[in-house]
């Protein structure tokens, strides 16, 4: 499933180049004119507008590293491919250091999550679990952590979720004060 679109805009030719070569790229090519970009058709946080001139009115409407202004032309395809690459790389690291769950802030590239000036660190894992239980609003059984958290069997005997979840609790109730960020039913463990 592809998650990640390149917009061109005004450029139908470039548009015809990119799109003859779309199965070499990880991404959707897409062609739109600057009259129709409006907030209601941005597709997604990845998502990238490619722009041969950037108007100022235009700048506004774009979230962080979402344009990527095309000068000097013509332009090698290589060099612009590198270009359109880097421009992703910066996009998801962008979208990954502003998740926002429940009240906090979680930055996955500082392994930080925060709320208000407090701040606390997490390991990787802990990272995944809250990932995990954010992904939607069912809750997780403990063999649905083992799984797609940890890769173990059905059938394995390990209180590993259980220990982690624990720990993870606690460093929140005590740098937050929150004992219901994550929540224990009969179902399992939600967010």
Same mark, same amino acid.
């Not at 779309?22 to 409006?38: A, C, G, Q, R």
């Not at 990272?127 to 799984?147: A, E, M």
């Given at each position: 499933?592809?998650?990640?679109?390149?917009?061109?805009?005004?450029?139908?030719?470039?548009?015809?180049?990119?799109?003859?070569?779309?199965?070499?790229?990880?991404?959707?090519?897409?062609?739109?004119?600057?009259?129709?970009?409006?907030?209601?058709?941005?597709?997604?946080?990845?998502?990238?507008?490619?722009?041969?001139?950037?108007?100022?009115?235009?700048?506004?409407?774009?979230?962080?590293?979402?344009?990527?202004?095309?000068?000097?032309?013509?332009?090698?395809?290589?060099? @612009?491919?590198?270009?359109?690459?880097?421009?992703?790389?910066?996009?998801?690291?962008?979208?990954?250091?502003?998740?926002?769950?429940?009240?906090?802030?979680?930055?996955?590239?500082?392994? @930080?999550?925060?709320?208000?000036?407090?701040?606390?660190?997490?390991?990787?894992?802990?990272?995944?679990?809250? @990932?995990?239980?954010?992904?939607?609003?069912?809750?997780?059984?403990?063999?649905?952590?083992?799984?797609?958290?940890?890769?173990?069997?059905?059938?394995?005997?390990?209180?590993?979720?259980?220990?982690?979840?624990?720990?993870?609790?606690?460093?929140?109730?005590?740098?937050?004060?929150?004992?219901?960020?994550?929540?224990?039913?009969?179902?399992?463990?939600?967010?």
């Amino acid at each position: 499933m592809i998650n990640k679109n390149l917009c061109i805009v005004n450029s139908k030719t470039l548009y015809e180049i990119l799109f003859e070569l779309k199965n070499y790229f990880p991404y959707e090519i897409i062609f739109i004119k600057s009259e129709n970009l409006n907030k209601d058709n941005f597709i997604s946080n990845n998502t990238i507008y490619l722009i041969n001139k950037v108007e100022p009115e235009l700048i506004s409407k774009f979230k962080f590293n979402q344009i990527l202004e095309i000068k000097n032309l013509p332009l090698k395809i290589r060099d @612009l491919i590198v270009k359109i690459n880097i421009q992703f790389l910066k996009v998801n690291f962008h979208n990954q250091a502003n998740i926002k769950i429940k009240d906090y802030n979680l930055d996955i590239n500082s392994k @930080l999550i925060s709320k208000k000036n407090t701040q606390l660190k997490l390991t990787e894992k802990e990272i995944q679990i809250i @990932l995990y239980l954010f992904s939607n609003y069912k809750s997780k059984t403990v063999q649905d952590l083992q799984k797609n958290i940890w890769n173990h069997q059905n059938d394995l005997e390990t209180h590993t979720v259980e220990t982690h979840i624990y720990r993870l609790r606690k460093k929140i109730r005590e740098n937050f004060n929150d004992e219901d960020f994550i929540i224990n039913s009969d179902f399992g463990y939600k967010l």
